[in-house]
């Protein structure tokens, strides 16, 4: 029987396309075109606040419908069983449903 070969921890060997990290030894990428913008250009944080204020609320209320009406029926059907818990444990519920308190 032939023994398995020892696996390698994952750095890539001769023929592999991508070079390990910080490796220039092997050749370069071409056909790669990369676009850059300017640090003195980039405003990462410009009209922060008030732009929230008002896209954020438009936002948030074009989603209203899509969670007010499960909101609305989950709030619902906890409210009936905890009511209906309650009348269970009562001397009323008890007694109405055939058993003895």
Known sequence: MR???A???GMPG???FNPWWGDT???KQRGV???TVSPFRQRGSKALISGWLFNGYRRLAA???YW???FAIGYGTYTWAKSR?????SKAGHIALGGHH
Do not use: C, F, G
């Not at 818990?85 to 444990?89: F, K, L, R």
């Open 3 to 5: 023994p398995t070969a």
């Open 7 to 9: 696996r390698l921890d």
């Open 14 to 16: 001769p023929k592999s």
């Open 25 to 27: 030894s092997m050749h």
């Open 33 to 35: 075109v990369v676009y």
């Open 63 to 65: 989603q209203v419908p």
């Open 68 to 70: 007010i009406v499960p």
């Open 85 to 89: 818990y309650a009348w269970q444990n």
